[in-house]
Protein backbone atom coordinates (compact mmCIF):
# COMPACT_ATOMS: atom_id res chain seq x y z
CA UNK A 1 0.00 0.00 0.00
CA UNK A 2 1.04 3.70 -0.95
CA UNK A 3 1.36 6.10 1.22
CA UNK A 4 2.56 9.63 1.33
CA UNK A 5 3.32 11.95 3.89
CA UNK A 6 3.79 15.56 3.51
CA UNK A 7 5.01 17.99 5.69
CA UNK A 8 6.31 21.89 6.04
CA UNK A 9 3.90 23.90 5.22
CA UNK A 10 2.69 26.77 7.22
CA UNK A 11 1.98 30.50 7.26
CA UNK A 12 5.23 32.85 6.19
CA UNK A 13 5.92 36.52 5.47
CA UNK A 14 6.25 37.67 1.48
CA UNK A 15 10.07 37.00 0.77
CA UNK A 16 10.38 34.14 3.00
CA UNK A 17 11.03 30.46 2.49
CA UNK A 18 9.96 26.92 3.33
CA UNK A 19 10.84 23.47 2.96
CA UNK A 20 8.15 21.03 1.95
CA UNK A 21 9.04 17.61 2.10
CA UNK A 22 6.95 13.96 1.50
CA UNK A 23 7.85 10.98 2.41
CA UNK A 24 6.42 8.34 -0.16
CA UNK A 25 6.08 4.70 1.07
CA UNK A 26 4.79 1.12 -0.21
CA UNK A 27 6.68 0.99 -3.72
CA UNK A 28 9.56 2.91 -5.91
CA UNK A 29 8.75 5.65 -7.76
CA UNK A 30 10.37 6.75 -10.94
CA UNK A 31 9.12 10.59 -10.87
CA UNK A 32 7.99 12.39 -7.52
CA UNK A 33 6.78 16.00 -7.87
CA UNK A 34 4.68 18.53 -6.44
CA UNK A 35 0.93 20.30 -8.05
CA UNK A 36 -0.65 23.15 -5.61
CA UNK A 37 -3.98 24.43 -5.78
CA UNK A 38 -5.44 27.58 -4.87
CA UNK A 39 -9.35 28.23 -3.74
CA UNK A 40 -11.19 28.31 -7.37
CA UNK A 41 -8.27 27.54 -9.24
CA UNK A 42 -7.34 24.44 -11.05
CA UNK A 43 -4.18 22.65 -9.99
CA UNK A 44 -0.72 24.00 -10.96
CA UNK A 45 2.56 21.81 -11.99
CA UNK A 46 4.93 23.32 -9.82
CA UNK A 47 8.12 20.80 -10.29
CA UNK A 48 8.86 16.88 -10.78
CA UNK A 49 12.38 15.16 -10.56
CA UNK A 50 13.04 11.69 -12.03
CA UNK A 51 14.59 8.65 -9.85
CA UNK A 52 18.39 10.05 -10.58
CA UNK A 53 17.33 13.56 -10.04
CA UNK A 54 18.83 14.28 -13.30
CA UNK A 55 16.01 15.62 -15.32
CA UNK A 56 14.09 18.49 -13.29
CA UNK A 57 11.34 20.55 -14.39
CA UNK A 58 9.54 23.68 -12.95
CA UNK A 59 6.40 25.31 -13.45
CA UNK A 60 7.27 29.05 -15.22
CA UNK A 61 5.47 30.63 -12.20
CA UNK A 62 8.44 29.16 -9.08
CA UNK A 63 11.19 28.99 -11.83
CA UNK A 64 14.22 30.77 -10.15
CA UNK A 65 13.16 30.21 -6.50
CA UNK A 66 11.86 27.39 -5.83
CA UNK A 67 14.17 23.87 -6.21
CA UNK A 68 12.99 19.97 -6.22
CA UNK A 69 15.39 17.78 -4.99
CA UNK A 70 14.94 13.55 -3.73
CA UNK A 71 16.46 11.47 -1.44
CA UNK A 72 15.86 7.81 -2.97
CA UNK A 73 17.56 6.22 0.15
CA UNK A 74 14.53 7.74 2.20
CA UNK A 75 12.10 7.67 -0.47
CA UNK A 76 11.55 11.52 0.04
CA UNK A 77 11.09 14.82 -2.05
CA UNK A 78 11.70 17.98 -1.17
CA UNK A 79 10.86 21.48 -2.31
CA UNK A 80 12.76 24.47 -1.11
CA UNK A 81 10.92 27.23 -1.49
CA UNK A 82 12.21 30.56 -1.80
CA UNK A 83 11.46 33.91 -2.35
CA UNK A 84 7.55 33.81 -1.44
CA UNK A 85 4.85 35.69 -2.92
CA UNK A 86 1.29 35.95 -1.52
CA UNK A 87 0.05 34.41 -5.24
CA UNK A 88 2.14 31.19 -3.74
CA UNK A 89 -0.49 30.83 -1.33
CA UNK A 90 -1.79 27.23 -2.21
CA UNK A 91 -2.39 23.81 -0.83
CA UNK A 92 0.80 21.95 -2.22
CA UNK A 93 0.28 18.13 -3.29
CA UNK A 94 3.01 15.44 -3.59
CA UNK A 95 2.35 13.26 -6.42
CA UNK A 96 4.85 10.40 -7.07
CA UNK A 97 4.77 8.07 -10.52
CA UNK A 98 5.15 4.10 -9.42
CA UNK A 99 8.21 2.33 -11.26
CA UNK A 100 5.99 -0.47 -12.06
CA UNK A 101 2.93 -0.04 -13.70
CA UNK A 102 3.21 3.80 -13.46
CA UNK A 103 0.24 4.01 -11.37
CA UNK A 104 -0.26 7.70 -9.75
CA UNK A 105 -0.75 8.45 -6.37
CA UNK A 106 -1.33 11.95 -4.60
CA UNK A 107 -0.43 13.08 -1.27
CA UNK A 108 -3.16 14.47 1.14
CA UNK A 109 -2.19 18.40 0.34
CA UNK A 110 -0.64 20.98 2.88
CA UNK A 111 -0.87 24.37 3.50
CA UNK A 112 1.36 27.16 2.46
CA UNK A 113 0.12 30.73 3.10
CA UNK A 114 2.24 33.51 2.23
CA UNK A 115 1.14 36.89 3.94
CA UNK A 116 1.87 40.33 2.04
Known sequence: QVQLVESGGGLVQ??????LSCVASGRT?????????????????VAATTWLGGNKE???????????SRDNAKNTVYL????????????YYCRVVATMGGY????????????S
Open 14 to 19: AGGSLN
Open 104 to 115: VYWGQGTQVTVS
Open 80 to 91: QMNSLKPEDTSV
Open 29 to 45: FSAMGWFRQAPGKEREF
Open 58 to 68: YGNSVKGRFTI
